[in-house]
């Protein structure tokens, strides 16, 4: 009997120690759950442009889209719709009968315009290029830049799948 108490004493003994030790390094939080009310937000808008030609700079200039609660740091990524439901990003050349031209955004903290730029004439581009343009903008928060760094955000599908978000969260404006 004394065997047993002291082989069940040594092994209690030891498993006790064996918990001793440095602690490892703390690993990264996770998101919150499926409530997601702390984890950062990734936005999705949809809205339709109208162009306006400025003829001292031989633009196009859409109407400023503006956006609340969006920090510095946070990343816009642009997309722009040539067919029916296919979204493009931004930078995207066009080849027609009036040359080559781009469409571009640029942007601040809170808004972000679109512009039809290219080194011929542009006066003459039609309705087709100019009006009733939809375009999807992503607003990345800075917290998830690292995150998604390996996802392909020329794919619209693919960054919308990556980010958790379905077609039912694209917010439409207009």
Not at 128 to 142: D, K, N, Q, Y
Request: hydrophobic residues 40%.
């Amino acid at each position: 009997m004394n065997k047993i108490k002291s082989f069940f004493g040594i092994v209690f003994i030891a498993l006790a120690f064996a918990c001793e030790g440095p602690q490892g390094p703390s690993g990264f939080d996770g998101r919150d759950g499926e409530d997601g009310l702390d984890a950062p937000l990734t936005q999705v808008f949809q809205e339709t442009v109208d162009f306006t030609y400025d003829i001292d700079n031989n633009i196009w200039r859409s109407n400023l889209l503006t956006y609340d609660g969006v920090v510095n740091g946070d990343v816009y990524l642009v997309y722009i719709s040539f067919e029916n439901g296919f979204y493009t990003p931004l930078p995207a050349s066009v080849f027609d009968e009036f040359g080559e031209f781009q469409y571009i955004f640029d942007h601040d903290v809170t808004s972000v315009e679109l512009q039809i730029i290219g080194d011929s004439d542009l006066s003459g581009l039609d309705l087709a290029s100019t009006e009733g343009i939809p375009v999807r903008v992503v607003i990345l928060p800075a917290e998830l830049r690292a995150e998604l760094s390996n996802v392909d955000v020329m794919n619209f599908e693919s960054l919308m799948f990556k980010t958790g978000l379905d077609q039912g969260d694209i917010q439409l404006r207009n």
